[in-house]
Each structure stands twice: as C-alpha cells, then as structure tokens.
C-alpha cells in the first residue's frame, strides 16, 4: 500500500474478542450451539433496523432482546437467568489468539490504534476489552452509543476521525464484517477485512471492496509492512 494509514480502527466483536466463547450459553437453552449465528445475525440486522428508523437501544439490551425473539419462534422459553447470562457472557469474551501479538506488532510499526464498536460501555464495570485484557493496547475506545447510531452509519467513521484530529483518509477500519468495512470506507477510510471463520468479502463491483483482506492480525502485520 502506498500512503500508508497512520490510525487503525478496530471492530471488537468477533474481529478481537471471540464470539464462540458465547455457544455453551445457546447449547443450553436451545440444544444447538448453532443457534449463536443466527442470533448474532439477527442483532446485526436489528441495529441497523433501530438506526434506519431513528431509534436507538444499546446492543446489550438489543441482544437480549433477540434472544427472546429467537426463543418465541422456537417455542423456547427465556429466563431472567438466560437474559443475565447471555449478557455478562457477551462482557467477558476472551480475545482471538492472534490479537495480543498482532497489536504488539502494529504498535511498534507505528501506528495509532483505536477501537470503535456497537457494544456500549457501562458505568462502573469494565468493558468488553478490558475483561479481555486488550484495553492498554489501545489510544481510544469509541462506542457507538456515543452518537446513539449503529454501524455502518457513516457518521459514526467520520465521528471518529474528527475525534482523533485526522482525515477519513489517514484510518483504515479492520473488521471481520463486510458491513463494516464497507461503511467505513463510503466515509473515506481505508478498509481492512479479517476474515474470521464465517466471514468473507463480498465480491461486488458495486460496492467497495477491502484494500487488505487477512486471515488474522498476524497476517494482518504482514500485508501492511
């Protein structure tokens, strides 16, 4: 690449932390651990719904939410002590095995990096990142119910740029999700797709397409040197 980047901003769920982490919870309730996919879809899906038609409720609450839609169509009753579990387990996910080293490398290549996610903090109680012992890593954590918006709102890429006293231009988004990057750079930025399992780039001229595409942050490392 030429011109190189000077911030990276980092997607957390399922891009950092892992989101498998969450299948005994669905194994459990549902008998089908399988049934963390279509959940997660679904929460996706349903955030973007909420920014499309001018609401706004925080991607824990969210989440519960689709769990108890999941469970009606499923004829599954849902708990209080499922709706408590699912939401300190989506807290407390652990980190990829490759993020610990690739951010170490980036940091030391030079660059800022940054994180900007749609799960919210709460007051008193550490973030996702921090329970992933990711945190220090890390100049900034954004979430997006600072701008009440979901990705891939575009305001929220140029949010943060403004946030950073940077051009659009100087960050590339890494993402596990097309979606994201996608959003990210219809609002200037660069685009770095890491293709966790499940998750591809979607290959449409129409659309822009990831200027980086790797397998995981140490691979990542490799293709920005």
Known sequence: MNDRPSVLVFDV?????????????????????????????????YSMTA???????????????????????RQVPITEGDLDELAYGMRTM????????????????????????NSPPKPGMPT??????????????????RWRVFKPSPQLYTGVA??????????MMVA??????IGAQSAGFRGALITRPGNAALPTDQLPQ???VATDLR????RLR
């Open 94 to 117: 652990p980190a990829h095995s490759d993020v610990a080293d690739g951010l170490t490398a980036l940091d030391e290549q030079g660059y800022r990096l940054v994180t900007l996610t």
């Open 210 to 212: 990831p200027d980086v």
């Open 162 to 171: 403004d946030e950073l006293g940077v051009a659009p231009p100087d960050c």
């Open 51 to 73: 920014t499309l038609s001018n609401n706004y409720v925080d991607f824990f609450s969210l989440g519960q939410a689709v769990l108890r839609m999941i469970g009606d169509t």
């Open 219 to 222: 691979d990542l490392v490799e």
């Open 176 to 181: 596990a999700h097309a979606w994201d990057t």
């Open 128 to 145: 996702p990142l921090e329970n992933a012992g990711l945190a220090p890593f890390f100049e900034k954590q954004f979430s997006v119910d």
């Open 13 to 45: 769920n399922e891009t950092l932390i892992d989101i498998t982490s969450l299948e005994p919870v669905f194994e459990r309730i549902y008998g089908d651990r399988g049934v963390l996919r279509e959940w997660f879809n679904q929460l996706v899906m």
